[in-house]
């Protein structure tokens, strides 16, 4: 009987390191692999993101679950319902489902970044267009600066675009508001260019 005591310990302790970390790391490098390659190709913020910065993204949210989060969780919840199964066990089992959470979460926030990015795009195509328009109609004078433009958006959906003219210091600029169809175009008495109204910075205030 001690035998077989022996015997049932050892098992039991063997099956315990088995299932410790059994989904955990392999879910974890797989993810963090496809999570990356999400994020460079969808960035959840912004227009790109380097192949570096998504896996550095992704592998240290990964890692927050895997070395934070889920030992937290596992405690409270073998806690709270009085769980029987190993501590290891437990852990493991948050992990996995935390981890596809954090995919979840990046699936998301790609997905609404680039309906925010195309949008955006939509918007940029739209004042091109527009100024273009305006031009060969009104000014073709300026008709050799429009692959030069100086574009500030200072509102969502409100453009400052000025196209470059002979005297560099007094271009052509108009506001354009793209959140109507055709977009509005208001020719701006102010010829200074974007630098000096608004200031150096970002073009995408």
């Not at 199964?85 to 990046?106: E, I, K, N, Q």
Request: net charge positive; glycine share 4%; charged share 20%.
């Amino acid at each position: 009987m001690r035998v077989d005591a022996i015997d049932t310990g050892a098992w039991r302790r063997r099956m315990r390191w088995r299932l410790r970390g059994a989904w955990t790391w392999p879910l974890f490098v797989a993810l963090t692999a496809i999570e990356a390659l999400l994020i460079h190709l969808y960035p959840i913020a912004g227009d790109r993101t380097s192949p570096v910065a998504a896996l550095l993204i992704a592998g240290f949210a990964n890692w927050l679950v895997v070395a934070v989060a889920a030992p937290l969780w596992a405690r409270w919840r073998r806690h709270r319902a009085a769980q029987t199964a190993p501590l290891d066990v437990v852990t493991d089992r948050a992990a996995v489902t935390l981890l596809l959470a954090v995919g979840v979460l990046f699936v998301t926030l790609a997905a609404l970044n680039h309906a925010s990015v195309a949008a955006s795009e939509r918007d940029d195509d739209a004042m091109r267009a527009a100024v273009v328009r305006t031009v060969h109609a009104h000014f073709r004078a300026y008709s050799g600066g429009l692959n030069r433009l100086d574009i500030d958006r200072p509102a969502p959906h409100l453009y400052r675009t000025c196209v470059p003219g002979l005297d560099p210091r007094r271009p052509l600029c108009m506001y354009v508001k793209t959140d109507q169809s055709p977009p509005n175009v208001h020719i701006d008495p102010d010829r200074r260019p974007n630098a000096l109204v608004f200031g150096p910075g970002p073009a995408d205030r």
